[in-house]
Each structure stands twice: as structure tokens, then as C-alpha cells.
């Protein structure tokens, strides 16, 4: 069974740090893109950051760039996101994403939802892990 579990989530201060993961089981995810996104309370999903299939192009959200970095391990088939100098308007529940043999042309195009398609345009989702910035 194909499966991405995240966890990592948790509550941290203004300024504070997570560290994301998202493990995947039944599959390797070196074939695949990997996306990680987040969603608030009424709002819709947005793409934080995402990486290529051959981690040659990464994406950032403007919203979250230089604050936050995507990495990969295929060894322990993990994509990671550590975000530092949190704010409260990073508190989302955060998800990752994974789609097969996404270019480096591609990548912002993974991670830039499709207003038409959502959450249909990515292959597989985890069930999310929350992240809460909070004093």
C-alpha cells in the first residue's frame, strides 16, 4: 500500500523551529517529486515548497523563502522541511505531496495548485501533521 506519513508538527513560539518529514512506504520516492503544503482554517491549500524528482530545482513560496528549506534523504526515503523564524501565520496543518518523474521545468508548476484541479493534481497526499505558532 502506498502510503506518505508526516509528523514533526507541534506548538512553537514567534521565532521558534520545526522540522518536518514526510516517510513514504511502498513506494521509493526517488522517482517522484515531492511537494509539501499547508492549509488553514478556511483557507485554501497552498504549495510551501517542492522539489524535483532529481532534486535539481526546488520551489519556495514567497510567503516562506529563506526561512524555510525542503531536503531529501532516499536512503531513509524521507523528504524533510525545516522551518525556522515561525510566525503565526505559518500555523497550518501541513501536508506533503508526491507526484511521479516531476522535471526541474516543473517543479513550480507541482507546487502552484491548479485553481481547476486542487488537490486532484498531486498523486498522492499524507493526512497532515499540524504546526501551531503560537506565544
Known amino acids: 500500500q502506498l502510503q506518505l506519513v508526516e509528523s514533526g508538527g507541534g506548538l512553537v513560539q514567534p521565532g521558534g523551529s520545526l522540522r518536518l518529514s514526510c516517510a513514504a512506504s511502498g513506494f521509493t520516492l526517488n522517482n517522484y517529486g515531492i511537494g509539501w503544503f499547508r492549509q488553514a482554517p478556511g483557507k485554501e491549500r497552498e504549495g510551501v515548497s517542492c522539489i524535483s524528482s532529481s532534486d535539481g530545482s526546488i520551489y519556495y513560496a514567497e510567503s516562506v523563502k529563506g526561512r524555510f528549506t525542503i531536503s531529501r534523504d532516499n536512503a531513509k526515503n524521507t523528504v524533510y522541511l525545516q522551518m525556522n523564524s515561525l510566525e503565526p501565520e505559518d500555523t497550518s496543518v501541513y501536508y506533503c505531496?508526491?507526484?511521479?518523474?516531476?522535471?526541474?521545468?516543473?517543479?513550480?508548476?507541482?507546487?502552484?495548485?491548479?485553481?481547476?484541479?486542487?488537490?486532484?493534481?498531486?498523486?498522492?497526499w499524507g493526512n497532515g501533521t499540524l504546526g501551531t505558532v503560537s506565544s
Open positions: 505531496g508526491a507526484n511521479m518523474d516531476v522535471a526541474d521545468t516543473a517543479v513550480k508548476g507541482m507546487c502552484v495548485l491548479p485553481a481547476a484541479a486542487g488537490a486532484h493534481a498531486i498523486d498522492y
